[in-house]
């Protein structure tokens, strides 16, 4: 954005983006055309090209097109993220599981909790013990202990 500079062409494959929702793309329009004083042309959307239409009428069209699309770029992506949300919802009561694949357990891991649990070692040495950082240390010894208690 630094090197644009007054009477450039940007040109952008879509109006979204140019924000993530309607007001960040307007105003992010706005900054272009008026205070940086930059033409703009959406390929996608051909009468959103800031370099004709520089009369009253051709800025008047370009901003009512301009909050349309941008509304309606605003609408898809909360509808994207709606259709996602239900997509993983779906997926996990199919019992998909979601995710990276746990690493497998160190062979010492289940020495160590035994040591841990007695008291013999604290959380910290018994992760060192297993290579493993402290909070996946308590993560899988929980999640050991609900699955086959020690």
Do not use: H
Not at 16 to 33: F, P, S, V
Not at 49 to 55: F, L, N, V
Not at 61 to 87: P, T
């Amino acid at each position: 954005m630094r090197r644009i500079k007054k009477d450039d062409v940007l040109y952008v494959k879509s109006i979204d983006r140019l924000g993530r929702n309607y007001d960040e793309i307007l105003a992010q329009w706005r900054y272009l055309t008026k205070d940086r004083e930059v033409d703009i042309v959406v390929l996608d959307m051909p009468l959103l090209d800031t370099r004709r239409g520089k009369d009253l009428m051709g800025t008047f069209l370009g901003d009512i097109v301009l909050q349309v699309l941008s509304f309606v770029a605003e609408n898809e992506r909360s509808n994207i993220r709606q259709r996602q949300a239900e997509g993983i919802a779906a997926a996990k009561a199919r019992g998909v599981r979601l995710g990276r694949p746990p690493k497998p357990l160190p062979k010492s891991f289940f020495l160590a909790v035994e040591r841990w649990k007695k008291g013999e070692l604290s959380g910290k040495q018994a992760a060192e013990a297993c290579s493993m950082p402290v909070s996946s240390f308590y993560y899988r010894a929980k999640k050991q202990e609900k699955e086959k208690p020690l």
